[in-house]
């Protein structure tokens, strides 16, 4: 039997369903257009003040950056971590000298190695760069231990010099089973020299 809800409980449900119209109301007119939104900004903002505040901040060091560089370029104990000479061709001939001195020194380590290759590479250079850099191609017959040292060498010791490409393949007369033996690779390697004197001219 249905049982007629007295006054108090039509008061309490009214309440309730009000309660629920007025929060659907604040969510709709409130929250999603207003609120929300604002709050999103707020975010934005934050993170726009963060981001000033980390440029600020490097901008403040530039000052002591540019005297630590400076006295790096004049600091005679880190010339040698680059090629000497002036001139880019004689010094493109003095790096593939030195590769093959270095070759050389592993030339009986493990499979043995032997520099078959050397061919400089020209380089356009461009006229605000702070140094001069001149690349050479190196074509080897190595085997896995002498190669290993070689690269070691050539990327760690200096003068600083720079393994831009790599290229390894089985020798064609290889065995077609065991081990490799020795690999043709194929290098192309960069180092880097003073810049040129204001007003000079390369060709």
Partial sequence: MRRTLTNRERRGLALIILGLVLGAAYWLLVESWFAGPLREVNAQAQ???????????????????????????????????????????????????????????????GGGCTLTQRMPITVAQEQDEPYRHVKVSLTLACAIEPLTAILHALEYQRPFLFVDELSLRRAANAPANGAAGRLEVQLLVRGYLQAAPAGEVER
């Fill in 47 to 109: 993170q726009v003040r963060e981001q000033q505040q980390r440029y600020a901040s490097v901008l403040g060091q530039s000052d002591a950056l540019h005297a630590a560089l400076e006295r790096a370029r004049t600091d005679p104990t880190t010339h040698d971590s680059l090629l000497p000479g002036d001139d880019p061709g004689a010094v493109a001939a003095d790096l593939m000298q030195h590769v093959a001195d270095l070759v050389s020194r592993h030339s009986n380590t």
